[in-house]
């Protein structure tokens, strides 16, 4: 399975947010082309600013694995991380973090390039206009 196929389902996950009033952003661990854990931002229905897709699909891994580090393991996310997740994408010791959309306001790497961990491989551009795309027609939405 491929890079592409696994942003794909991350972006139906933001869909799904969108649907739902939330900024679309969708994430999915995967380990061993296996989806371990998934999510999408959930910070509206739930009332909680730390419900990032990026958060809650780490929290769904280690339940998973029983363990706190994905050093083995995938992060597929729609929209670079910000400070935040990327603290905790940091402290999980994620193998590899792949980006779809950069975000030039708050996006971690505009802050603090250095806060993934070292040893983390970087891709970013996977299916970067269709996930720029849902995100630009949500906020269009929300100014009309």
């Not at 959930?42 to 706190?68: N, S």
Request: charge should be negative; glycine fraction near 8%; include cysteine.
């Amino acid at each position: 399975m491929t890079d592409e196929y696994f942003m794909e389902i991350a972006l139906s996950l933001a869909e799904e947010a969108a649907d739902d009033g939330e900024i679309p952003v969708g994430a999915l661990v995967v380990c061993r082309n296996r989806i371990i854990g998934k999510a999408r931002n959930q910070t509206e229905q739930l009332g909680d600013v730390t419900a990032h897709a990026e958060m809650m699909a780490i929290t769904a891994a280690t339940q998973y694995l029983g363990g706190k580090y994905l050093a083995d393991c995938t992060l597929y996310v729609t929209l670079e991380p910000c400070a935040m997740c990327a603290g905790a994408l940091f402290w999980s010791q994620i193998g590899r973090l792949v980006i779809g959309a950069a975000d030039p306001k708050r996006g971690y790497s505009r802050h603090e390039p250095s806060l993934l961990h070292p040893k983390t491989r970087l891709e970013t551009g996977i299916l970067a206009d269709e996930c720029q795309a849902l995100l630009t027609k949500f906020f269009r939405g929300l100014r009309t």
